[in-house]
């Protein structure tokens, strides 16, 4: 288990190596992540490269034992590239430059800047990926973030959806480009590509999708370009990541192609706290660093550690999570003691391999000054630093355990990101208390439909892919707004076969090229879910539901921002509005389907509509969530060991003491300790407890 921090020595006002390794070796702290902003420092003119100042940091961490994950320096470049070669620098969507000033603002599929990218590369691995202290490199830094508008780029963009529909009477049919006297002669008439609302010129949905794809293609085609040359340098048992953002992660980021182009998939974890780490959530919260949405609770960790699972990869790094506390200078938010020992742990039992906070000491200067580190701008100990110190111990006696777990999950969340993109061009859902549409329609109903489940206590995974699902007894496609016939046809094929398909508003209206079906909705999925639709709405506010049949609803039950006006054609309905004019409509309804079944939600799910349908459908799956009977804010989750080991994660999202009964025999990781299987386990405030299994469950 590697357990860390992202260490800046060249952002201190003085050197204090020494004494930062120190305190880092004295917390247990095992890796550091190293140079992802020295270019300038490196190359402080076209040519003059000296890659030296990295030996004496790499030295003294090896010294002391700690192993580095080395960075490609080319997120943020030095100042004369841009004035020497403003070439390479991104455009807005508006075709105006990015300044210099900022990072990630180069175009980084310009042939200048990949020269100069490569060459500081090379010189940084040619001198130091033989380090021994050296385990592995991470290249660039969430990339993702802003879409490439160059000329050449655009130019490139072209090429493809030439080479894609071949001719330019297809193109015209697929787009429909005949609305609005679009229609086009040649490819070379193809407009310059805008983001909507972004200073842009497109209007085309399916413009819109197909650029979307190609940036998240330019992004992961960057990533393996640059892997492509580090590997040159690296010994077999070393490995390359790259840090998405976690969540719904940046726009151009799609972490399933990003995972298939590295040795280890990485995440970084921003995350609430205090109050707003609680279970259940407490009222609203803005958003945090690199996440708009709100989302907060215990739920928050889950489904980032759920979701990063969809890179493909089992296992992965937390290379950044919260120290004192992240985000602005109006959000100082640094966790009550024990929330850092529980994010962390929370991690390790979704599968991370890593948990590394963001970062070593809060920087004097600069935009993240208020983006604290472990120390803060005083440099001395202090609460973080203690229990950070407490959670390396412990896991210097239990982190071999706890590397490369294997998490459960009875359901499986499938990820649309051309849903995403499309809901995100023409958005279905408003702004609560406005007109305008919510670009992030997408990631609300995806958010509604995890913490339903999460609510019920079911363990989750989430993945791109529509193969496989087999496993799970239960799968939930939110939204699958966009895509073709034969994805509809895999998860038909999996509810006709034993499973439980749940599916949200808007799933089969669009097809794969970002059209309405010309069928009525559901559109392919129709058959499966018995039922379908020709007309929909908005709701401006919350329509209370009530039960039909042998679904049992929560107090509060009610449909938010979206309602289809379903007709049964074989399905029962589980819900109807109570509405003067939708109440003919039911909200929920299901069907049997050859030996599995399909649930349909019409809208839009309040947490309590959410978590009554979800408590239904495991009900009808036969599964047994962990943790029934339990106090709300105490979750149980299971993982299993490398060496075959059950592992529960017992975790207390509250500042309430708490006495539970041991699900199993065995003993604590963290303590020692042996609970017998009749044991009670005390839990404090926002405590963790995990339980090597070595008796029957009870």
């Not at 550091?32 to 961490?61: F, H, K, Q, Y």
């Not at 920087?363 to 110190?389: F, K, P, Q, W």
């Not at 412990?394 to 499986?412: I, P």
């Not at 049997?592 to 399909?598: I, S």
Request: charged content about 20%; glycine content about 10%; overall charge negative.
């Amino acid at each position: 288990m590697l357990y860390g921090i992202s260490y800046y020595p060249e952002y201190l006002p003085f050197d204090r190596l020494t004494e930062d390794v120190r305190m880092m070796r004295e917390a247990g702290i095992n890796y550091a992540r190293l140079a992802d902003s020295i270019w300038a420092m490196c190359e402080p003119a076209p040519g003059r490269i000296d890659v030296d100042m990295l030996g004496p940091t790499l030295d003294e961490l090896h010294s002391a034992g700690i192993t580095v994950i080395l960075c490609t320096p080319t997120y943020a470049i030095p100042a004369w590239m841009s004035r020497e070669y403003p070439e390479v620098m991104n455009s807005r969507a508006d075709g105006t430059p990015w300044p210099f000033g900022d990072r990630q603002n180069v175009d980084f599929t310009h042939p200048g800047y990949r020269f100069f990218a490569e060459r500081i590369i090379r010189a940084v691995m040619e001198r130091w990926a033989s380090h021994p202290a050296v385990i592995g490199v991470q290249v660039d830094n969430e990339t993702g973030g802003r879409a490439v508008h160059s000329a050449a780029a655009t130019r490139e963009f072209v090429r493809r959806v030439e080479a894609k529909f071949g001719d330019i009477d297809t193109l015209n049919d697929v787009w429909g480009l005949n609305f609005w006297s679009h229609r086009l002669a040649d490819f070379g008439q193809l407009w310059a590509p805008g983001e909507r609302g972004q200073g842009g010129g497109n209007t085309n949905p399916g413009f819109d999708l197909e650029w979307r794809r190609y940036q998240a293609d330019l992004v992961q085609e960057f990533l393996a370009w640059q892997a492509g040359i580090v590997r040159e340098y690296l010994r077999e048992d070393q490995f390359i990541t790259h840090d998405t953002v976690s969540g719904h992660g940046l726009p151009h980021a799609n972490r399933a192609l990003i995972g298939a182009a590295m040795d280890v998939h990485a995440e970084n974890f921003p995350h609430h706290a205090q109050g707003a780490l609680s279970h259940p959530p407490r009222g609203t919260h803005p958003g945090t660093y690199h996440d708009p949405s709100g989302v907060h609770g215990a739920y928050q960790l889950f489904q980032r550690g759920d979701m990063a699972r969809a890179s493909g990869h089992q296992n992965f790094l937390v290379t950044e999570m919260n120290p004192i506390s992240v985000g602005g200078p109006a959000h100082n938010f640094p966790a009550y003691d024990g929330q850092w020992r529980l994010a962390a742990y929370t991690c390790i039992s979704r599968g991370a391999n890593a948990v590394a906070y963001w970062h070593w000491h809060s920087t004097h200067y600069g935009s993240e000054t208020y983006s604290h580190g472990v120390l803060n701008h005083d440099l001395e100990e202090n609460r973080n630093l203690r229990e950070v110190a407490r959670i390396g111990h412990e896991l210097q006696s239990a982190g071999d355990q706890l590397t490369d777990l294997d998490a459960e999950a009875e359901v499986a969340f499938v990820y649309s990101p051309d849903s995403r993109y499309l809901l995100s061009f023409e958005p279905c859902l408003p702004v609560p208390g406005t007109a305008q549409g919510d670009r992030r329609s997408y990631e609300r109903i995806f958010d509604a439909f995890y913490r339903a489940f999460f609510d019920e206590r079911a363990q989750a995974t989430v993945t791109h892919a529509v193969d496989g699902l087999e496993d799970y007894p239960v799968v939930v496609a939110p939204s699958l707004y966009a895509a073709d016939d034969e994805t509809h046809r895999a998860l038909l094929r999996y509810a006709e076969r034993g499973g439980h398909l749940v599916l949200g508003i808007r799933s089969g209206y669009m097809d794969e090229f970002g059209r309405a079906r010309w069928e009525r909705g559901p559109g392919p999925l129709r058959p499966g879910v018995g039922a379908g639709y020709n007309l929909y709405s908005n709701l401006e506010s919350a329509v209370p539901v009530t039960a039909s049949g042998t679904l049992e609803l929560d107090a509060g039950s009610a449909g938010e921002g979206w309602m289809d006006e379903l007709e049964l054609e074989g399905a029962s309905p589980l819900a109807y509005y109570e509405h003067r004019q939708f109440g003919t409509f039911p909200a929920v309804v299901t069907n049997q389907y050859g030996t599995g079944r399909v649930t349909y939600v019409g809208t839009l799910p309040n947490p309590e509509l959410g978590r009554s349908v979800a408590r239904w459908v495991l009900e009808q799956a036969g599964v047994q969530p962990l943790g029934a009977g339990l106090p709300e804010s105490v979750r149980c989750t299971r993982a299993r060991g490398r060496d075959g080991e059950t592992l529960w994660f017992l975790t207390n999202w509250s500042e309430e003491t708490l006495r539970v009964p041991a699900p199993v025999a065995g003993r604590s990781l963290l303590s020692g300790e042996e609970v017998p299987a009749d044991g009670q386990i005390q839990l404090g405030p926002w405590d963790v407890v995990v339980l090597a299994e070595h008796g029957e469950s009870r």
